[in-house]
């Protein structure tokens, strides 16, 4: 079915002359990967900086704590630190003791906050590593201090205090009972006292006023035994935004650090600030055919073609992080500047195209699944919205097979 008025000239050309991910923080096959195949994450680290100053701003006079877990949601940890610190981020969060010695590792010698209790067994790797644990079982606590003792160092602790998402933390009775324990202790110091909103995404809930009501009336019961810790912090991008009173001394903003609105199109409410969206997740057509009209694409055989048609293979798939009910669900690319449909069901490797009757698409050409092409604009919570999820979980999937390339590092 190749197009003989087709010349397929144009070889596909591997991914653009950036630099790609290869730092500490990833295996090499990533790279290798991208040399081979013309598929790729282009991390714009201009972007992270100026969303990390506007932040900044926000959070100002407190500060801005860039959440980085997950590998930076999917961006690359280490290039994300640095442009976030850069852009005026004091603090570095993440959810895993692993991803704190990534950073370490890459050379990064800001303050890291655990942003859970870490087990037992890592707390002596918590305290080499000169990662903040956050605390809120006598056993977490039992364990910092022995690490402490152990490291013969004094260690910063922060304790969480759960006011209602009721994922991690101590109640709030507790959550003082132990920041007073921290203080207790020589070989601990009590460095923030904190909690974590459930529904701060959803602005008119009147939940996230009681949820800081009651992290307001701990922090009082601190005072009255005489204890102000210096960071006292409840707010993610979300309440960094659109609650005020949430920000107190520092905000941990993770999803608006890479440009994206914590809530889809119908909950965003100014004000959001002009954030830039820092990835583009871009491949190159690896092969054109012409297809008559009555065919049938991809498995499955769903996508009927009612009209002769282009269509094209582009080499990224569901293994690649290309949810696979986005083409039942009208997922569209772009193509020359234009949305075209995703043809037929998402398979793991590739995925194909309908370009149109006529097409004059080729071997080579750039397509954009997720980011800018001409004047269209493909975003990630456009994706999430057709798929039933938020843009944070179609960020964090773009798998460790793509390769990341850094603009502006
Ligand atoms: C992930 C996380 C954040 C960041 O949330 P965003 O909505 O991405 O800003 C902040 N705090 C905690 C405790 C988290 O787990």
Aim: with cysteine; aromatic share 4%.
């Amino acid at each position: 079915m190749s197009n003989p008025a087709r010349p397929q000239a144009r070889a596909a050309a591997a991914a653009p002359e950036l630099p790609l991910a290869g730092g500490d923080d990833q295996p090499g096959a990533r790279v290798e990967a991208g040399r081979l195949r013309p598929a790729w994450a282009e991390v714009d680290l201009a972007a992270v900086r100026h969303n990390a100053s506007l932040l900044a701003g926000v959070a100002a006079p407190g500060a801005l704590c860039a959440v980085v877990k997950a590998w930076g949601y999917g961006h690359g940890s280490v290039p994300v630190a640095r442009a976030a610190l850069e852009g005026g981020a004091q603090w570095l969060a993440v959810a895993l003791v692993e991803e704190g010695r990534q950073l370490r590792d890459g050379g990064i010698d800001a303050p890291v906050l655990l942003l859970s209790e870490p087990a037992p067994a890592a707390m002596q790797e918590v305290v080499a590593s000169r990662l903040t644990p956050t605390i809120y079982t006598d056993a977490g606590l039992a364990a910092v201090s022995a690490a402490a003792r152990a490291a013969g160092e004094v260690v910063d602790v922060q304790v969480k205090v759960d006011t209602g998402m009721h994922r991690v933390g101590a109640a709030p009775e507790r959550a003082v009972a132990a920041a007073l324990e921290v203080e207790r202790r020589p070989e601990l110091r009590l460095q923030g006292f904190w909690t974590h909103l459930a529904v701060a995404d959803e602005v008119d809930d009147p939940y996230t006023g009681a949820q800081l009501d009651v992290f307001a009336a701990a922090v009082d019961d601190l005072a009255r035994h005489g204890l102000r810790p210096p960071l006292l912090h409840a707010a993610n991008s979300a309440g960094a935004m659109w609650h005020p009173r949430a920000r107190y001394d520092m905000v941990r903003c993770g999803i608006a650090l890479y440009g994206l609105s914590p809530a889809g199109q119908e909950a965003a409410r100014e004000p959001v600030p002009q954030l830039r969206p820092a990835l583009a997740l871009v491949a190159r057509v690896s092969h054109v055919k012409e297809v008559a009209a009555g065919e049938r694409l991809s498995y499955g055989l769903r996508y009927r073609l009612d009209a002769s048609s282009v269509v094209a293979t582009v080499p990224l798939g569901y293994a690649d992080g290309v949810t696979r009910s986005l083409s039942s669900a009208g997922g569209q690319v772009l193509v020359g500047g234009t949305r075209r449909p995703i043809a037929g069901t998402v398979t793991m490797d590739q995925i194909l195209v309908d370009c149109g009757p006529g097409s004059d698409v080729s071997v080579g050409d750039e397509v954009v699944l997720i980011g800018t092409q001409g004047g269209e604009t493909i975003g990630a919570w456009e994706w999430a919205e057709r798929t039933g999820t938020i843009a944070y979980e179609v960020v964090c999937g773009v798998s460790g097979r793509v390769p990341r390339a850094y603009r502006n590092p």
